[in-house]
């Protein structure tokens, strides 16, 4: 039980025994510089329920937790703001009782239940870009949060490897590859798919403006292009299961999966289990065919099939094509069922998508939930906005993408750039350096992304987000190589506990920021934000280093003070490293 839990009881009690009222809750703040007190208790909202004057209602609960609670060392009242001190010998309790804990903030698992938290879910028909990267870093990032908060986690992707862009690509490689593989090119083989989806895009437009030019109109030359009506030609006979289609399909698509997983590799993330569009669009299908018996969905006059959503506030939703073809919604559908087949403890899904999908998860969980599935009003659509660069938006079918593994490299680059200027790594062999350098690069990669709150659009500027000073990765990232650099030069300082100092201000100012840790995980995993985690952890850094600034550790006056000081750095530390690693986020052992 922490401060607050413990204090709401007392609180509470209190009012109980002294007026007689029963209060639902407790709001609590930090108290304000510049009063004395380590947090306050709000008294205005009680006096729903307790009538009186504010001020004389905080004395005699100040007064009541002073004499029934050896914590509390004195009281203020501020208008209607109860500032309570906190004795010392609290927070040398809630060191000793942390400082070995490894695993600080986690929670074992709650029940039996879990959760499954989709995220990157690319197209086979070009590399991961900058987009990706968001994608993949929240969706990992929440699911290491939930794991945290003490729910079982599986982590998954839809591959969408069928529809008409990937015949794109195979159209493509046909008529311009003369053959060539990965292994010819030494190209990565999402790379290698990619640029024959931007091939195919230059022949499309070539032909649109020869048909043009021939008199067409542009919408009608669109829908004319000899390119584009073959590659249509090309899905048709994939749905039918054309063996020199299928194999072609089945080869590239390899290449491009083999290409993902490296990319995954280079940026830290898994995945527990893998859906493929093409396994479970049929699903989707069987499904709408039990929901036309039911009534959940309608057919019209051409044989389309659509759900009726008028009355929940929304419109009617296409489910399948009058040819008796599968829409995104079909494909969506049964997937979310698929899984339930596979992993019956799921209580819950996280879709990892941006906003611009909004709508389509709406309508997706409702139509579950008239399809019957308890378990759709635990879906959750974690949507987040786009990733902008300073030279504006990136377009796959143009080639101006920034790809990941181009990004991963670039950061590890301007690592490298800055890290030099610094001047820090003369003792680092080569080895050494790479690895610091991809560490640093990838830390701030990923810092500068999740710190932004999901819903927000990101400007990214990979300079900006290597400074090694202010809200960045490096900048926690050195903050916890100096904490190592300490915990070395205190030659393994004995680890007891320390019952009987007094602490300076900063000692409990840092002592305070650990204790919120487990709350800060908590709410979180409740919102769905890594932001948060990342958020309380430059605090955190903050109220070290202006301890570090303002405190000796290593020079303290007594064998006692110094102790507690390595034992408060290395659980900042440790602290750290944890809130760290729900990020993805590596920490240097040195910088």
């Not at 010392?88 to 600080?104: M, P, W």
């Not at 794109?168 to 593989?181: D, H, N, P, V, Y």
């Not at 491009?256 to 490296?262: I, L, P, Q, R």
């Not at 507690?564 to 530390?573: E, K």
Request: proline share 3%; charged share 30%.
């Amino acid at each position: 039980m922490n401060l607050q839990e413990t204090l709401e009881i007392q609180v509470k009690e209190a009012v109980q025994k002294l007026f007689q009222a029963e209060l639902p809750s407790v709001e609590f703040q930090s108290t304000r510089k510049e009063f004395a007190g380590d947090i306050t208790v709000v008294v205005f909202p009680m006096l729903r329920v307790v009538k009186g004057n504010p001020v004389v209602i905080g004395e005699q609960i100040g007064k009541y937790l002073k004499s029934n609670l050896d914590l509390v060392k004195d009281f203020n009242v501020v208008k209607g703001f109860l500032n309570v001190e906190i004795d010392d010998s609290y927070y040398l309790d809630f060191l000793n009782a942390i400082k070995d804990k490894g695993n600080y903030g986690f929670v074992d698992r709650l029940d039996e239940g879990a959760v499954m938290v989709e995220y990157s879910s690319p197209n086979t028909n070009k590399p991961l870009h900058l987009g990706h990267v968001r994608n993949v870093l929240l969706g990992y990032s929440v699911s290491e949060i939930l794991k945290a908060s003490g729910i079982k986690v599986y982590k998954t992707q839809i591959i969408n490897d069928r529809g008409i862009h990937i015949c794109k690509s195979m159209l493509a490689w046909q008529r311009f590859g003369k053959g060539e593989t990965p292994q010819t090119t030494g190209l990565k083989g999402d790379k290698l798919v990619g640029n024959y989806y931007v091939e195919f895009d230059k022949a499309f437009k070539a032909e649109v403006s020869e048909l043009v030019n021939e008199g067409q109109s542009e919408d009608d030359a669109k829908k004319n292009a000899p390119i584009l009506l073959e590659a249509q030609e090309m899905l048709r006979k994939w749905e039918a299961g054309d063996e020199e289609v299928v194999e072609l399909w089945k080869t590239m698509n390899q290449w491009v999966y083999d290409g993902f997983e490296a990319t995954y590799k280079a940026i830290g993330v898994d995945f527990d289990a893998y859906y493929y569009e093409s396994d479970t669009y049929l699903l989707g299908k069987e499904f709408i065919a039990e929901g036309l018996k039911t009534g959940v969905f309608f057919k019209k006059e051409d044989g389309s099939v659509w759900c009726d959503l008028t009355e929940d506030g929304l419109d009617e939703k296409i489910v399948l094509r009058s040819d008796g073809t599968a829409v995104y919604m079909t494909q969506d559908i049964g997937t979310a069922i698929q899984r339930l087949k596979d992993y019956p403890d799921v209580r819950g899904m996280v879709y990892t998508v941006g906003n611009e999908q909004d709508y389509h998860f709406k309508v997706l969980f409702l139509i579950l939930k008239k399809l019957g599935f308890e378990w759709a009003k635990n879906l959750y659509h974690l949507s987040y906005g786009m990733v902008d660069l300073p030279s504006g938006k990136m377009k796959s079918r143009e080639g101006t993408v920034v790809d990941a593994d181009d990004l991963i490299q670039e950061m590890a680059d301007t690592s490298e750039e800055i890290s030099k200027e610094l001047g820090k790594l003369d003792d680092y062999n080569e080895d050494e350096k790479k690895a610091l350098y991809k560490t640093i690069g990838l830390g701030a990669l990923k810092y500068f992304i999740l710190k932004v709150d999901p819903k927000k659009r990101i400007l990214f500027d990979p300079k900006e987000s290597i400074d090694f000073q202010g809200n960045t990765g490096p900048f926690i990232q050195y903050t916890y190589a100096r904490i190592q650099s300490i915990l070395r030069k205190s030659k393994n300082s004995e680890n007891t506990e320390v019952l009987d100092i007094s602490l300076h201000e900063k000692e409990k100012q840092l002592l305070k920021q650990l204790e919120l840790f487990p709350e800060v995980i908590q709410n979180a995993a409740i919102q769905h934000s890594p932001a948060l985690i990342a958020n309380y952890t430059y605090d955190l850094v903050k109220d070290f280093n202006s301890f570090y600034q303002n405190v000796s550790i290593l020079g303290a006056d007594s064998d006692k003070e110094k102790t507690f000081r390595v034992a408060l750095s290395r659980t900042v530390g440790q602290t750290i490293k944890n809130a760290f690693s729900i990020l993805g986020i590596d920490v240097p052992e040195r910088m």
